[in-house]
């Protein structure tokens, strides 16, 4: 099964970029979307196919993907951002997460 | 606007069985997929599986196969998920979330969580 790869944690201060990373073998080929989840809350879909950005979502979100690593970027970081973040990917019919990265905004 | 509503937190025995509700609203419901993904406490997000609510398709994670039921009403726009011969390991919080990208692989709207508790 494919497995998605994240660090268990990356921290940031306010106002600076946080990059949070999701290997998998050649994900580059395949749409990746990430989600934000804060405590006790259901989860946000704040990037898709890569880099598409919901209605509502700050433009300081953005999003790549290529090779063996996607990488979700959060520009100007705010004490809200404070979350877990999680990738996932639609693989073989199923869906796949990443074990998720908590942001901790220092 | 769209919501997705789930019932209430449950506590079960072990080897019993779960019906978790998802009423949706705001939007068609026959017109999206509703996946479920579920969540132990201080754990990631694991997905159990697809439904279809206009043709009754369903797709389940290999973990849950034979354990795991979706089904939907489509007259009060609501979909079910079942999960039977319950032990301590499924005691989570459980999600619906409608299908938002293509064939439903990824969701943009999710419901408030169902607890799941199982002890004896």
């Known amino acids: 099964s494919y497995v998605l790869t994240q660090p268990p944690s990356v921290s940031v201060a306010p106002g600076k970029t946080a990059r949070i990373t999701c290997g998998g073998n050649n994900i580059g080929s395949k749409s990746v979307h990430w989600y934000q989840q804060k405590p006790g809350q259901a989860p946000v879909l704040v990037i898709y196919?890569?880099?598409d950005r919901p209605s509502g979502i700050p433009e300081r979100f953005s999003g790549s993907n290529s090779g063996n690593t996607a990488t979700l970027t959060i520009s100007r970081v705010e004490a809200g951002d404070e979350a877990d973040y999680y990738c996932?990917?639609?693989?073989?019919?199923?869906?796949?997460f990443g074990g998720g990265t908590k942001l901790t905004v220092l | 606007q769209v919501q997705l509503v789930q019932s209430g937190a449950e506590v079960k025995k072990p080897g019993a069985s779960v019906k978790v509700s998802c009423k949706a609203s705001g939007y068609t419901f026959t017109s999206y997929d509703i996946n479920w993904v579920r969540q132990a406490t201080g754990q990631g997000l694991e997905w159990m599986g697809w439904?279809?609510?206009?043709?009754?398709?369903?797709g389940y994670a290999q973990k849950f196969q034979g354990r795991v039921t979706m089904t939907r009403n489509t007259s009060i726009s609501t979909a079910y998920m079942e999960l039977s011969s319950l032990r301590s390991e499924d005691t989570a919080v459980y999600y619906c979330?409608?299908?938002?990208?293509?064939?439903?692989?990824?969701?943009?709207?999710w419901g408030q969580g169902t607890l799941v508790t199982v002890s004896s």
């Open positions: 996932q990917v639609w693989d073989s019919s199923l869906w796949v």
């Open positions: 439904m279809n609510p206009n043709s009754g398709n369903t």
């Open positions: 979330a409608r299908g938002y990208c293509s064939g439903g692989s990824c969701s943009d709207y």
């Open positions: 196919y890569d880099s």
